[in-house]
């Protein structure tokens, strides 16, 4: 892409996408997410250098892409979702061992550490206050990260490769009314990692039809 700029226009998030390569496939990730196209813009002129008749146009074409903050659901906020309880309350361990640490991320006080994962699905988990779930929709999920060796040196993950595996990712299983499970996993490839920092984690999860197909609940493991 040539450029895109986001910013908050009244009640909604807009992306303003300039003529590019890629701008048709980003304007469909993006109908996929529930942004509505407000119009397509086009502005530029034609100059003919004379006596040589030459054309030379200059053309942009701009898309103006918004998502509603309503449809950003917003029922489901974590219960201790900052570690700032000095607890693990609300939270299980699914096949690992959770604890906090001090200090956390920019001077707060604790951080959740989760140790001894044997799977793929291992880390802390609870279960989200959701109440339904949308096809259409998107749930937001940003949390910040690290990760450290048993003497707590950081290690490097690559969060550009399509479906790493080493890097902080969220195992996402929705629960339905018959009892069947869906599970997804959520990966941030745009995540860049510095191993002696805290890394954030944002991404937004599009609700689909496997998704909110009976929907009961939904329990993501971190």
Known sequence: ????????????I???????????????????????????????FNWFADPTKHEWAFNFTFNTMCLDEASIETDGILNNGDAEAGTTEYWEGNYAYIDTIEPGFGGSKYAFKVEDRTA????MTQTLGLTRAEVG????????ARLVDKQGAGIFCNATVEEYKDCPFVFLRTIKKN?????????????????????????????TEEIAEQFQRARPVI
């Open 120 to 123: 793929q699905f291992s880390g």
């Open 137 to 144: 929709r998107a749930w937001h999920v940003s949390f910040k």
């Open 179 to 207: 009892g069947k499970k869906f599970n997804s996993i959520v990966r941030d490839n745009d995540m860049i990692w510095d191993k002696d920092s805290w890394n954030t984690f944002d991404t937004y999860v599009k609700i």
């Open 1 to 12: 892409l040539d450029f895109v700029q986001t910013n908050k226009t009244g009640s909604d």
């Open 14 to 44: 807009c992306v303003f996408i300039e003529s590019g390569t890629k701008r048709g496939k980003l304007l469909t990730t993006l109908r996929e997410m529930g942004f509505t196209n407000y119009g397509t813009t086009f502005s530029g």
